[in-house]
């Protein structure tokens, strides 16, 4: 897979922490990721942001907790992201 060489090592990082991972709520995710957000969609769904690299980029994904499946819905640059077209993508 590749990566934007600046993300590469927090995204492997993420990956590694959210692979083994068995989170039932959101407070399971903070307890691993404690900047992550949880953000309402324009659809209303809640989805999950993550600060990677230092906070230059976000990783947005969907959680479903009952299934222990983790969707990465978009990756982007903290300018993209708060441009908060996304939102209405999802």
């Known amino acids: ?6 993300a590469r090592p927090s995204l ?8 083994v991972a068995e989170w039932k709520r959101f407070v ?3 307890s691993t990721f404690a900047s992550v957000d949880r953000v309402t969609a324009a659809s ?3 989805v999950f942001v993550f600060n990677i690299a230092g906070n230059r980029f976000r990783l947005i994904a969907a959680i479903h907790f009952n299934q222990q499946r983790i969707f990465a819905l978009r990756f982007l640059t903290h300018a993209k992201y708060n441009n908060e077209d996304w939102k209405r993508e999802l």
């Open 1 to 6: 897979m590749r990566w934007h060489p600046l």
């Open 12 to 19: 492997e990082r993420w990956l590694a922490a959210a692979t």
């Open 44 to 46: 209303g769904r809640p």
């Open 28 to 30: 399971d995710v903070r």
